[in-house]
């Protein structure tokens, strides 16, 4: 029985391979996820991105179940946000800050709740310029002009929400969407 397309899932792992802590190698995680059964799995970048066929399991099972083996199996502890491949389209079609030459600078700040977006709220009002701050269903949107390193708009969503949140560039974002979308590489 083939598994139908809207069973694909993103994994999102916190923190992976960021300075010396926390380090996966990605065929290790590659493996990880295969022998949890998901099928057809591809990594992106060495960052702890990861696309599978998950084969009916829901995303918080599969979250849980990815940090669970990573402890056990890597000895690594980690968040993990999973979305199924419906909840990742409609988180990038949910972004409304303008599209940029630069999308290093453009974050996607995915919620590990997505009822955390009612907490963002304070923060739709504040005066960010020359950033942007945009918050859509799943995720919070940034623009850091300045840098990442620099933003205030990634500082204060990083104090409000802890670990649960993980971010990625907006190019990782574009790659991982390209594998749901069928590219047998990312881009």
């Known amino acids: 029985m083939a598994i139908e397309h809207n069973e ?16 996966v190698a990605m065929a290790d995680l590659r493996k990880l996820l295969a ?17 599978f066929e998950a084969g ?19 000895g690594v502890a980690a968040r993990v946000t ?21 999308p290093a600078r453009l974050l996607a700040l995915v919620l590990n709740k997505p009822a955390d977006t009612a907490r963002l709220a304070p923060l739709l009002g504040q005066p960010w ?26 500082a204060a969503l990083g104090v409000l929400l802890g670990d649960g949140v993980t971010s990625r560039n907006w190019a990782t974002m574009q790659k991982l969407d390209a594998l749901l979308n069928g590219a047998t590489t990312a881009v």
């Open 129 to 154: 310029q020359p950033e942007a701050l945009a918050v859509g269903s799943w995720a919070a949107y940034a623009w850091c002009p300045d840098g990442v390193l620099a933003s205030k708009v990634v």
């Open 8 to 23: 694909r899932q993103v994994a999102l792992l916190r923190g992976i391979n960021v300075g010396r802590a926390k380090r």
């Open 56 to 74: 009916g399991v829901p995303p918080a099972t599969s979250a849980t179940r990815i940090e669970e083996a990573l402890v056990l199996k890597l």
């Open 82 to 102: 999973v979305l199924s491949a419906g909840q990742f389209a409609e988180l990038m079609a949910q972004n409304t800050l303008a599209p940029t030459d630069d």
């Open 35 to 51: 022998d949890l059964g998901y099928g057809e799995v591809r990594t992106v970048l060495n960052s702890g991105n990861a696309v």
